[in-house]
């Protein structure tokens, strides 16, 4: 067949580079993401491997490819879970701290700075007033806080009425 004909442009340097890999003998994987028909993108995981004869000479090739959209979607949705405070929507304290290391080492010699506040009186109105009151604080001062800083800024829920936010310039 003539892969010119048969494979959308956009992907015909990737499927030359399987051919040739799979030609070379090489078990190969790879991820794929797929949206040139006008419908919302799809994710696949394209495995090949080749079959030799009994001289050691490549005679065909296995290929299986596997939507994983569902799948990549779901790991996706994990990890941003993972990344925020479920209450704010917020980064977490760990994502970040990670956040801001990789923007930190991805701009050397940018200024830096690390704002941390608490809320004063936290303590005193989530006893009075009980935890959902509370959450609703919490809820509040996170969105002034996101509005006040989140541009370009990295802004986290550290935890209880902690915040953080790392500012670049």
């Given at each position: 067949f003539n892969m010119?004909?048969?494979?959308?442009?956009?992907?015909?340097?990737?499927?030359?580079?399987?051919?040739?890999?799979?030609?070379?003998?090489?078990?190969?994987?790879?991820?794929?993401?797929?949206?040139?028909?006008?419908?919302?993108?799809?994710?696949?995981?394209?495995?090949?491997?080749?079959?030799?004869?009994?001289?050691?000479?490549?005679?065909?090739?296995?290929?299986?490819?596997?939507?994983?959209?569902?799948?990549?979607?779901?790991?996706?949705?994990?990890?941003?879970?993972?990344?925020?405070?479920?209450?704010?929507?917020?980064y977490n304290k760990t994502a970040f701290i990670e956040e801001g290391q990789r923007r930190i080492n991805a701009n050397p010699g940018m200024q830096s700075a690390v704002l941390f506040m608490d809320l004063d009186g936290f303590k005193s109105l989530n006893d009075t007033y009980g935890h959902i009151k509370g959450d609703e604080a919490i809820v509040e001062a996170a969105m002034k806080i996101k509005v006040l800083f989140g541009g370009q800024d990295v802004v986290a829920r550290f935890g209880g009425d902690e915040f953080c936010i790392l500012f670049m310039n």
């Open positions: 010119n004909d048969t494979v959308y442009p956009g992907m015909l340097a990737i499927c030359k580079s399987l051919k040739k890999r799979i030609m070379a003998g090489e078990h190969t994987i790879m991820e794929l993401l797929d949206g040139h028909r006008g419908e919302e993108f799809r994710f696949g995981r394209f495995t090949a491997t080749t079959v030799y004869n009994s001289v050691a000479t490549p005679v065909q090739a296995i290929c299986i490819l596997e939507d994983i959209t569902n799948e990549t979607k779901e790991k996706e949705h994990l990890l941003r879970r993972s990344q925020m405070d479920i209450l704010t929507s917020l």
